[in-house]
């Protein structure tokens, strides 16, 4: 199969993670696999994996992206792909207005993925136009289901997301090289418990909660020190401003590429999203770790607590309940640790339910038209 995956742009972030990894299991089954996108410090680990990027911004919100329809509909007949899969709702729409008016017998068959819990109207409801619809969660699913009543449902698979088991090892620790440029970055953290809030800097993560459950831990807990790792977004500079200037004790550590060994040193993680999410990546990395994470219990991130660690989760909103819970870890981290329970959210069994997937959909069309796919 030759399989064509489109997104925005491939510089971090759950659903450019997924993407890395169907692209290299498609790969790695002797498949073709050609990622669209406006590029991004990714790419180098795609094409290294065996993929072929073809860089083209098919996600910038404006109306001059729709220009693109025609031309990418010559591509698609060029390139013969057996799968069209769409990432991401403005991508989507360029993909499925090329994809209707190409003959039925030339067209790819067409995926989309809810990765999100977008706003509801017909802007987002182009991800549900796939032949096949994946949704990344239960939540998803219940998105999908509770908001646009038109789709048939038989044609909604759930493959959750995953983790890499072999980079998110329960008991993987920093080398000690890492170790001690974090200690000459960030003194400020030498000796305490780290208490870590992945998430970039803007409201819906809840960055202000984060200091509530750290200001009313400390007289308890004076050894601890709050973290928050996420980068400014350009569009919210005074909220970052805002921040800093409550947050005095707090650590920045802005965006950083080594999320997973700050976390493997961290005594707690939080997630403290104001809005559900359909998954919650950071969340099962941490818990894959080890590392115990209080999270509000709402969307994804309460799906995936409630099957790996229940008493991680509290009601949305209540700084009390999530400093209380911080403060039954920080008493004794060893039975935190242990109540983690084993889970099979693995990135393989993610990537070889895609490709089944998609494989099905191949063979559809094979015995239809009698050709190869």
């Known amino acids: 199969m030759k399989v064509v995956q489109v997104l925005p742009a491939l510089e971090g972030g759950g659903v450019e993670q997924g993407a890395l990894e169907v692209a290299r299991a498609l790969t790695a089954a002797g498949h073709e696999s050609v990622v669209v996108s406006k590029g991004g410090r990714l790419v180098d680990e795609l094409e290294r994996d065996g993929s072929r990027h073809v860089d083209w911004d098919v996600g910038r919100k404006h109306p001059s992206t729709l220009l693109a329809v025609r031309r990418f509909r010559r591509w698609l007949a060029e390139e013969r792909p057996a799968i069209l899969h769409a990432r991401s709702r403005l991508p989507a729409w360029v993909c499925w207005l090329a994809w209707r008016e190409m003959p039925e017998a030339a067209r790819p068959r067409f995926v989309t993925t809810v990765h999100g819990l977008y706003s509801v109207g017909r802007y987002s409801e182009i991800m549900t136009r796939g032949e096949r619809v994946i949704v990344v969660s239960d939540t998803a699913r219940q998105y999908v289901e509770a908001n646009y009543p038109r789709v048939d449902m038989a044609k909604v ?42 998430g970039r800097l803007t409201r819906l993560k809840g960055h202000h909660d984060f200091i509530d459950a750290i200001e009313r831990l400390r007289p ?33 550590a802005g965006h950083r590429s080594d999320l997973r060994e700050i976390m493997a040193i961290a005594t707690a993680v939080l997630s403290l999203s104001q809005k559900p999410e359909s998954f919650g990546r950071t969340v099962l990395e941490a818990l894959s770790l080890g590392v115990p994470v209080v999270g509000y219990q709402h969307g994804g991130v309460g799906e995936i607590l409630g099957h790996v660690y229940p008493g991680g989760r509290v009601p949305v909103g209540d700084t009390g309940a999530v400093a209380d819970r911080l403060a039954n870890v920080l008493d004794d981290p060893a039975t935190a640790k242990r109540a983690i329970r084993d889970h099979d959210f693995d990135a393989e069994r993610m990537c070889q339910a895609t490709l089944a997937l998609y494989r099905d959909l191949a063979g559809t069309r094979c015995s239809a038209t009698g050709n190869e796919p």
């Open 157 to 198: 698979e759930r493959i959750f997301r995953g983790v890499d088991r072999n980079r998110f090892a329960r008991g993987f620790r920093p080398g000690e090289d890492w170790l001690a440029k974090w200690r000459s970055e960030f003194p400020a953290c030498e000796g305490k418990a780290l208490v870590v809030l992945p």
């Open 220 to 252: 308890q807990h004076p050894d601890i020190a709050g973290v928050v790792v996420g980068g400014i977004d350009p569009r919210h500079r005074s909220y970052a401003s805002e921040l800093r200037r409550r947050g005095k004790d707090i650590v920045f």
